[in-house]
């Protein structure tokens, strides 16, 4: 755990903007809690508040007792805050049940405190709980039924924010790596299968993704440490995406959670590895 | 003693392992069954080919341009209403079919258990036209106060409104009713907004009216949002005006929804006296629309606008036995997918002025969920409901659910193209779902017992009707499937439980009593049907593409009487009926004044 970052501001700060070191976490913090709003605002999106206090509260008391009971003390709270709201984003739930909520975030968060190597979790977190209870429970969850309206001005705004965001936070390379490679592989895929094109182009102009490319992948704490590998390896997420989607487009049998969310299961599949070998390469040799 | 980090993480790992276990446990549902499940008190038999019913409803064919998404575009039209088209008392049906040159069927009741189609005699056969369109569904109702139940065919095309000439013959008058209309629609509903004791007419309407689906302008014809799309057709209000003629009065009532309605129904939900609107909306939310005294409706939100979803059918019942009019909307799920869940919504318009969605897990996930109707099948004095499902039933092993979820949150410009569309193929689209038959526990909820009571059906269900079609005491369930044969459910209730059921017979209201509502009263009796206020509505449509036996009926349980009835016609007037006998048919007149 990096103390600075549990702190939430390392000490060079000055103005807002100027800071050069802020902790993304509260920039990233602000553009979740911003599409939530927007998207509640416009759309309806949670679909009931219980929802929302129901992941918030799993995800910040499991990150308390966790920390407390690991490290002693209770560590800065947002990166709970940041699972809570995507969570209640991500998962849409059969019916009115909340227990998807509930085992969301303890899956969530206690991911980061058993799926460890080197002291360093190796899952972003909503992507882990995401992916496994799309895994364990398909027939109890799906993943963002809400849409986002369709419409081209929610898609700038959010775009836009989380362009702007990305860039702050000095990830905006993975984001652009992993479009880059989603738009090739895609029409790469299209051209070899025969498919039009703009189905397959789609499904990033919505919701799903635009959650994923903007909070999931540029995760500071599960990205590998060396710029020119996180590109590397969001190609990689992307190839594997491809992959899965071949198979679906060629009804190939894979779990529901494949079909359903691509590019969800490719980061659960890849992320880890990377980080895996990031962290062992990183290693000071004894 | 102070454990080292990896003890206590290997101590957070127990729950951690322990918690993607009870996420695998409550996927699999209830470990055991509830115990009624095996009594549900009632038994439905197939009785279709018995009674002569041998309808195999016809999909329409469209302009090639739009072959991709063809299977999709044309997967509705499977229809069913119930009717008494020669007054003999004994309930028929009628059937439509939607490939042109396909017959629709108008089934007669021979009273002993089965029917003839006379349709072709009647001439409500052949309505499946290049010019005219092809058939969605049909609503019946007595709008010339003859006696006699006329009928509007709805189409992807031109309205046809029928006047039932003889109980045996009818003519088409739709020209001379002001009603030669294109509108591609699913539903319509008979309805006395303005209490003037003349049917008037609400017809939803689904694509554009500008769209001639077998002479394509532009492939932009689909919706432009998943779930809050608003470039559908336009509903219509038609006025009866009397003398056989309508008036087109949608902008000046203000009920001009353009949210792709597929099913409308209409109730007093207020408790104002006037008939309200209620629409389940395509890829979009629900909407309500109040009457205020004939004069205009509002449309309001009601708690309606939180959840976005599929509306494909709209039933009224009292689901809970509170005297009021609750809401059944049926929507998609496909696990793993989408849950947008089916809503119950509970009535709560008089002291809250809103809905209150109160589906569980169970009744909220019916499939792709298509008609749905509530009915006491037990005769216990609760409703159950019967819910049929499924999409498109094609090659088993071929979903379209990958291809959807790549289109479906796309931008709206992709997304209305059905060019755009990845192709259908022959892939299946939530098929072979099978029926449901929830059972109604009161507080217990709701359990699905369509194995138990003998549903067991995989066709592509659309629109469902009840009738008690031998004037038993039993609710009879026919359903109309897309592509395939229609069914009919007998309904055994157990002989326990009694019943009653009403014809009425108006006289300053609509001759149908179209909108009469009745509050069925029990002070005791024993049995689930004792102490409960029970409240039906004669039906003029609900459900997807379908409309109910005239007749409402009650289940009384045990109790071999009901103590009162309050009859609520539209004309406004009230009529208290005191200690019924039970298992009969009354027959009541509206009073003159």
């Known amino acids: 755990m990096n103390p600075a970052s549990s702190a939430g501001v390392l000490p060079t700060a000055s103005s807002w903007w100027s800071r050069p070191r802020l902790d993304p976490r509260y920039l990233i913090a602000f553009l979740i809690t911003l599409v939530l709003v927007a998207a509640q605002f416009r759309y309806h999106m949670v679909g009931g508040y219980d929802r929302l206090a129901v992941a918030l509260g799993t995800c910040l008391v499991t990150e308390a007792l966790l920390s407390w009971f690991v490290r ?8 709970a805050y940041i699972s809570g709201l995507s969570l209640t984003l991500l998962i849409k739930p059969q019916g009115g049940v909340l227990w998807p909520f509930v085992l969301g975030g303890v899956l969530a968060i206690s991911s980061k405190y058993v799926l460890q190597y080197r002291n360093n979790h190796l899952w972003n977190p909503t992507n882990f709980a995401i992916t496994t209870l799309l895994l364990a429970a398909p027939n ?7 849409q986002w309206g369709n419409d081209l001005a929610t898609n700038l705004v959010i775009w836009g924010f989380g362009l702007v965001i990305t860039a702050r936070v000095r990830v905006l390379h993975i984001t652009l790596a992993y479009v880059a490679s989603f738009l090739v592989l895609t029409g790469l895929r299209s051209g070899l299968l025969g498919q039009p094109l703009w189905p397959e182009f789609a499904p990033i102009t919505g919701p799903m993704y635009q959650l994923f490319v903007f909070f999931m992948i540029t995760d500071p704490r599960t990205v590998v440490s060396l710029r020119r590998w996180q590109i590397v390896v969001v190609v990689i997420i992307a190839l594997v995406e491809t992959l899965i989607r071949v198979a679906s487009d060629q009804a190939w049998y894979l779990p529901t959670a494949f079909s359903a969310a691509p590019p969800l299961v490719a980061l659960a599949l890849v992320g880890p590895v990377a980080k895996w070998i990031d962290l062992r390469r990183s290693a000071p040799r004894t | 003693m102070r454990w080292s980090p990896a003890i206590r993480r290997g101590i957070i790992a127990v729950p951690f392992f322990a918690t993607i276990g009870l996420a695998i446990r409550l996927n699999e549902g209830p470990v055991r069954p509830p115990a009624d499940v095996a009594r549900p008190g009632f038994a439905f038999r197939d009785e279709t080919a018995a009674a002569g019913i041998h309808f195999v409803h016809q999909r329409a064919t469209f302009d090639r341009k739009i072959a991709n998404v063809e299977p999709h575009v044309a997967a509705v039209g499977a229809s069913v209403a119930v009717t008494d088209v020669d007054g003999d008392g004994w309930p028929d049906l009628y059937f439509t079919s939607s490939r042109f040159g396909a017959a629709n069927a108008l089934y007669r009741n021979r009273r002993d258990g089965t029917f003839e189609d006379v349709a072709a005699s009647a001439s409500l056969a052949d309505l499946n036209r290049p010019g005219d369109g092809v058939c969605m569904g049909s609503v019946w109702g007595d709008f010339d106060n003859d006696g006699r139940e006329d009928v509007l065919v709805y189409r992807y095309g031109y309205l046809a409104l029928y006047r039932n000439v003889d109980g045996r013959h009818f003519a088409d008058v739709t020209a001379s009713a002001g009603l030669h209309r294109w509108v591609n629609s699913n539903g319509a509903i008979w309805l006395d907004y303005d209490r003037d004791g003349l049917l008037d007419l609400y017809v939803t309407a689904y694509f554009r009216d500008d769209v001639d689906l077998w002479r394509l302008a532009t492939t932009r014809i689909m919706h432009n949002s998943f779930e809050f799309a608003t470039n559908g057709g336009k509903n219509l209000l038609f006025h009866n005006l009397g003398g056989g003629r309508f008036e087109d009065v949608t902008d000046q009532m203000g009920v001009g929804s353009t949210r792709w309605t597929l099913a409308a129904a209409s109730a007093d939900f207020n408790d104002d006296g006037w008939p309200d609107i209620y629409l389940a909306n395509d890829y979009g939310p629900e909407e309500l629309y109040l009457n205020d005294h004939g004069r205009r409706f509002t449309l309001t939100t009601a708690g309606l606008e939180s959840e976005s979803k599929s509306g494909m059918s709209v039933t009224l019942g009292d689901a809970f036995d509170r005297g009021r009019l609750d809401v059944f909307v049926t929507n998609i799920s496909e696990r793993g997918y989408l849950f947008q869940n089916n809503n119950l919504r509970l009535n709560q318009m008089v002291e809250a002025s809103r809905f209150r969605n109160v589906a569980d897990a169970t009744v909220a996930d019916a499939g792709w969920a298509w008609g749905a109707q509530f009915g006491d099948f037990n005769n216990d004095g609760s409703s159950e409901l019967f819910v049929a499902n499924g999409f498109i039933s094609a090659d088993p092993h071929r979903s379209y659910w990958y291809a959807m979820s790549k289109i479906a949150g796309a931008h709206s410009r992709l997304f209305e193209d059905a060019a755009t569309w990845p192709a259908f193929g022959n892939a299946s689209l939530s098929g072979y779902e099978p029926s449901r038959v929830f059972l109604n526990r009161g507080v217990g909820g709701w359990v699905d017992v369509a194995d138990q009571v003998g549903v067991r059906d995989r066709y592509d269900g659309r629109a469902v009707a009840t009738a008690d079609l031998s004037n038993g ?47 069925l009263e029990s002070a005791g009796g024993g049995g689930r049907g004792g102490g409960r206020k029970q409240r039906r509505i004669v039906d003029g449509g609900m459900g997807f593409a379908s409309q109910n036996d005239r007749r409402p009926d009650f289940g009384l349980g045990v109790a071999e009487w009901a103590d009162r009835v309050v009859i609520h016609w539209p004309s406004g007037v009230q009529q208290v009926l005191t200690h019924l006998a039970a298992n009969q048919f009354y027959t009541v007149r509206e009073p003159e004044r």
């Open chain 2, 473 to 519: 005491g039993a609710v009879d369930v026919v359903v109309a499937n897309q592509n395939q044969p229609a069914l009919l459910y007998r309904d055994y209730p157990d002989s326990t439980n009694h019943w009653i059921a009403f014809r009425l017979v108006a006289t300053r209201s609509n001759r149908s009593a179209i909108g009469a509502e009745l509050v």
């Open chain 1, 72 to 79: 002693g003390r209770v560590v800065n709270l947002l990166s």
């Open chain 1, 140 to 146: 109890r969850i799906s993943v963002l039924s809400h």
